[in-house]
């Protein structure tokens, strides 16, 4: 348990910030899942229109720190090179 109120107040800044980077994660989870869907079922025309949205939700995700800018990077080469 926390003794000092400094203390408590990162404990709740922490679980604050621990449940938004969750939140990014999983949108990020998402739509690398979305776009191999697209990909595995052969739907390459809705991959291609996908593709700028998909960008710019890694790239969002990868802005603030939760998901490293390298593999961001690396998921969006893999996937435009399909």
């Given at each position: ?15 604050l910030q621990t449940s ?10 998402s739509a690398v899942k ?47 090179k399909k």
């Amino acid at each position: 348990m926390p003794n000092t109120k400094s203390a408590i107040k990162r404990i709740k800044k922490t679980q604050l910030q621990t449940s938004v980077n969750r939140i990014r994660k999983s949108k990020y989870k998402s739509a690398v899942k979305q776009m191999a869907i697209y990909l595995d079922s052969g739907k390459i025309n809705e991959a291609k229109k996908f593709l700028p949205k998909f960008h710019s939700q890694l790239m969002k995700v990868t802005k603030t720190g939760t998901v490293s800018k390298k593999t961001a990077s690396r998921k969006i080469s893999r996937v435009t090179k399909k």
